[in-house]
């Protein structure tokens, strides 16, 4: 069993990308002395260095590498190394060309900016395999060596390359999957459109076609292209555990759904010895805290609840988007702290010192282009000492109090073309969902919809297109044995082939929400339909509504106007020991939030009418202690209820009763007992 967290580091992962390679090696002295300064305790290094490592084929530099990490280890700070293979040499794509990715109309991209691969290039695999062999051999026992970073955000930027090699490589992926042609075209229903195939030969990737292509392929080319790019992060990290045994492997994920869509993270979180990620604010006018907690809720999930590592975010803006806000004052801390919160051993950032040169530069950094008196390192400084004081907390978990179920593969199979209504996003139901449970102040597990929902007394289900029958029973015996379900419109439509459940809407699902669904009917670019409910009150729905025949179900909210006028929109079931609430139209915010409050009644989870939208808590817990985290994203001074009394870590002073909580201020309280 490799180990799980970085080697020899005793305190919180503080620190960032670091790449002395920009630098003269005069500044490496400073930024030694400044991380010290700072309280850094981890740098990533080496991660786009390959072209610095092997400048010619086969003719490795380590010089320089050896003394950064020398005097990283002189200064008691460990070092998470990269392998570069993200960014393969110039020379090895003029030798290569073949290596470069092709897109689904067939262009090829130039060298040039990064993460410009084929995976399944031959050449890439024998190259990227051979410097990781290197770096092991000669960094693998290094005693500053803590974690292996192995290559860069997969499946950013490119998710999928469309290549003659890849069709060749699909075509033994369906091999493998199906086993024959004939099952290929059972499952992808090649009937249609006369597309039946009569040899593997014939199958190519989803390439640009005059309309639309089949879903089967698609929906498979997607499950390729994720295993095709798995396979080369499982080579890298077998080679570094052969070669450098007791040393943790991790790559760094971006599971926030706005940041990388292509990656089942599901199944690599069961390949990774510890789950890092990466997180970025998008700034598209959400509440950027909600969506930070839902992508850390996610990390931690796919790593199977276990403790994980924020390996990247900004102390302050980024530069990749239309408009890249500075963050406010105190928001790196709340940042930082939230994800620590929420199961992170740590807080990293892209990256310590602000590149002068290259496409990032106006990206912010620990140690900005304006040196150590700016606003930016004193927040530094401070989040330092902060994350150093709650070194206790390494270890614990964060305890949750509901599950949402999210599946990469249905979102895959939700977004191919040709759906009813092109108005319904599933990533906005998920954080749609995820926002009316944080705004009832319950954390929220993720689980995927074949696992065991037993701990769970409250499981939301916001559109799960695509469930398996297994998962159909899944949550069937879940509510059965007691569980509180909520399901939104469209999930459980179709199986693994993207093939509709034989039989009526939703297949999967229509036993445990004791109903049947006729037809969607989804509503035109902003028209609105009300809903009225038992007391006469109204809700309102847009995007979506259905044709809900009640099987067992009671009807508690109906359609008041539109096609469905008279019809059922919200019902509950009572099935064996548990309920099962389901919503057949897109409900906004009001409504959302009315709909989980029935749910949580009948889930038993009392609400907590003395904590303030925006107060966030979330406790962790373990030997070492139960540990509660308030965060306070208002610009109010608030107060917490404490369940006993216990002692703030980053203050140092004893709390009991109501925890102050100032205004933008985070606290930790340790509590007794
Ligand atoms: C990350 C990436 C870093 C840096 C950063 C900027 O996605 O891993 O190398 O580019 O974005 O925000």
């Not at 930024?31 to 092997?54: C, H, N, P, Q």
């Not at 290094?142 to 090699?165: F, I, M, Q, R």
């Not at 029973?473 to 509510?479: G, K, P, Q």
Request: a negative charge; charged letters at 20%.
């Amino acid at each position: 069993m490799p180990d799980t967290s970085p080697r020899g580091l005793t305190r919180l992962a503080f620190g960032g990308d670091y790449n002395p390679e920009q630098w003269p090696e005069s500044v490496w002295q400073e930024d030694v002395r400044l991380m010290r300064e700072a309280g850094v305790t981890m740098v990533s290094v080496g991660i786009f260095s390959w072209a610095l490592l092997e400048p010619a084929p086969g003719e490795y530099d380590f010089g320089w590498l050896d003394r950064v990490i020398g005097l990283l280890h002189e200064n008691g700070i460990r070092v998470d190394l990269g392998t570069p293979t993200v960014a393969p040499p110039a020379w090895f794509y003029r030798a290569h060309p073949e290596a470069l990715p092709v897109t689904a109309d067939g262009t090829r991209y130039e060298f040039g900016s990064r993460g410009a691969i084929c995976h399944s290039n031959a050449d890439y695999r024998a190259a990227a395999r051979a410097v990781t062999v290197k770096l092991a051999e000669r960094y693998g026992d290094h005693p500053a060596l803590a974690l292996w970073h192995v290559h860069n955000e997969y499946g950013v930027p490119v998710s999928a390359c469309y290549c003659d090699s890849c069709a060749a490589h699909f075509r033994r992926w369906l091999a493998r999957t199906h086993g024959t042609v004939e099952a290929v075209n059972e499952a992808w229903g090649t009937a249609f459109w006369g597309q039946r195939y009569t040899g593997f030969e014939q199958i190519n990737p989803p390439r640009a076609t005059p309309t639309v292509g089949n879903p089967g392929q698609a929906l498979d080319y997607k499950r390729f292209a994720d295993a095709t790019i798995r396979e080369n992060f499982t080579a890298e990290r077998d080679i570094l555990h052969r070669l450098s045994p007791g040393v943790p492997v991790t790559t760094n994920f971006m599971t926030a759904l706005s940041q990388c869509d292509s990656i089942d993270y599901w199944a690599w979180g069961r390949e990774v010895d510890l789950v890092t990620n990466d997180h970025y604010l998008i700034t598209d006018g959400r509440r950027t805290h909600v969506n930070l907690a839902m992508a850390a809720d996610l990390t931690r999930s796919v790593a199977g609840g276990a403790p994980w590592l924020l390996l990247e975010h900004s102390t302050s803006g980024v530069n990749w988007q239309p408009r890249n806000p500075a963050k406010a004052p105190g928001q790196m801390a709340r940042n930082s702290l939230g994800h620590v919160a929420r199961g992170s051993e740590g807080a990293m950032f892209f990256q310590w010192r602000q590149s002068r040169r290259g496409a990032e530069k106006f990206h912010s950094s620990m140690l900005p282009h304006g040196g150590t008196d700016t606003r930016v390192w004193r927040e530094v400084i401070e989040l330092g000492a902060s994350v150093e004081s709650l070194s206790p907390i390494r270890g614990t978990r964060t305890e949750a109090d509901a599950a949402m179920l999210w599946d990469w593969q249905s979102w895959w199979a939700q977004n191919l073309s040709w759906r009813p209504s092109e108005d319904h996003d599933p990533r906005e139901r998920a954080d749609s969902f995820y926002e009316a449970l944080y705004d009832r102040h319950l954390t929220v597990d993720f689980a995927h919809p074949e696992a065991d929902l037993s701990a769970y007394p409250l499981v939301v289900v916001p559109a799960l297109y695509l469930m398996t029958e297994a998962a159909g029973h899944n949550v069937r015996e879940y509510v059965e044995n007691g569980g509180t379900l909520v399901v939104s419109y469209f999930s459980g439509i179709v199986d693994e082939h993207d093939a509709v459940h034989e039989g009526a809407y939703p297949g999967a699902l229509r036993d445990v929400l004791g109903l049947t669904v006729e037809e969607f009917s989804p509503l035109l670019k902003d028209e609105r339909v009300r809903l009225t409910g038992p007391d006469g009150s109204e809700l309102t729905g847009d995007v979506w509504t259905e044709f809900v025949v009640p099987r067992g179900a009671e009807t508690v909210w109906t359609y008041a106007d539109g096609l469905t006028a008279g019809r059922p929109a919200v019902t509950r079931h009572p099935l064996g020991h548990g309920t099962a609430w389901y919503v057949s139209t897109r409900l906004d915010a009001q409504g959302l939030d009315a709909l989980i409050g029935w749910a949580a009644d009948d889930a038993g989870l009392a609400p907590r009418a003395d904590l303030p939208r925006d107060v966030e808590v979330v406790r962790r817990s373990g030997a070492s202690g139960t540990y509660l985290f308030a965060i306070n994203h208002t610009a109010g001074d608030t107060k917490v209820p404490l369940e006993s009394p216990g002692t703030e870590l980053l203050t140092g002073e004893r709390a009991a009763g109501r925890l102050p909580v100032p205004a933008g201020a985070v606290r930790v309280v340790r509590l007794d007992g």
